[in-house]
């Protein structure tokens, strides 16, 4: 089946540094990615939609700024999360949409737990 | 804004069925259903396309009301490896963005 690997699965840092998040399509050829991030015990919210080539669309209320999003390749969006601060520490996970699981089928990557100190 | 789901959480025993709703506010063209274990990512369970369809995983079966903008997620005999959170999910029109449901946490026990 489809698969999107994301690294890494956990992070800590220091408050003020900058993180990146990668999340690869191993599969398949993604030309649009998602990007969620879940605080404990709360749903999934949709930050962004990562478009190979061109530019993110942001959610209202996610600064774009902060969460920079690139997807150089149909097979690769990388999250950074600049100047990190405690309030940013969530779970962070991509998905893709590919054909393989079936009609509007998501795959979601395995998540990434940040932890900002 | 996301779909609204009840219960927000549930406890049964092995073999008990459990029922979880999921309604919407705004107009449901497709429904997707995920369950969540904790620490991971979430799963990708069915997908409903239709108005009134009705799709079965297993013990595990869904339906969608269009009208209504609800679907509803059955889980029968349920198995230990039933427990999690269950998200319902809500297509954009355009069929590409999802938003998900505020979630239900299924514990089932012994």
């Known amino acids: 089946g489809a698969v999107v690997s994301q690294h890494p699965s956990r992070v800590i840092c220091k408050s003020g540094t900058s993180v990146k998040i990668e999340c690869r399509s191993l599969?398949?050829?993604?030309?649009?990615m998602f990007w969620y991030r879940q605080f404990p015990k709360q749903s999934l919210m949709l930050m962004a939609t990562?478009?190979?080539?061109?530019?993110?669309?942001?959610e209202q209320g996610v600064e774009k700024d902060k969460f920079l999003i690139n997807h150089a390749s149909l097979t690769l969006s990388t999250l950074t999360v600049t100047s990190a601060h405690p309030e940013d520490s969530s779970f962070y996970i991509c998905?893709?949409?590919?054909?393989?699981?079936?009609?509007?089928?998501?795959?979601f990557g395995s998540g990434t737990r940040l932890t900002v100190v | 804004q996301q779909p609204v789901q009840s219960p927000q959480a549930v406890i049964l025993r092995e073999g008990e069925d459990a029922v979880i709703n999921c309604s919407s506010s705004?107009?449901?063209?497709?429904v997707h259903w995920y369950r969540q274990k904790h620490g991971e990512a979430p799963v990708f369970l069915m997908i409903?396309?239709?108005?009134?369809e009705q799709k079965g995983h297993e013990k595990i079966s869904a339906s969608f009301n269009e009208k209504k903008q609800q679907s509803s997620l059955y889980l029968t005999a349920s198995q230990l490896s039933y427990s999690g959170t269950y998200f319902c999910?809500?297509?954009?029109?355009?069929?590409?963005?999802?938003?998900f449901g505020s979630g239900t946490q299924l514990t089932v026990l012994p």
């Open positions: 998905s893709a949409r590919a054909k393989k699981t079936g009609p509007y089928g998501y795959t």
């Open positions: 599969d398949f050829q993604a030309t649009t």
């Open positions: 990562s478009n190979e080539g061109s530019k993110a669309t942001y």
């Open positions: 705004k107009a449901l063209y497709s």
């Open positions: 409903l396309l239709k108005g009134g």
């Open positions: 999910g809500r297509l954009s029109r355009s069929a590409r963005q999802l938003t």
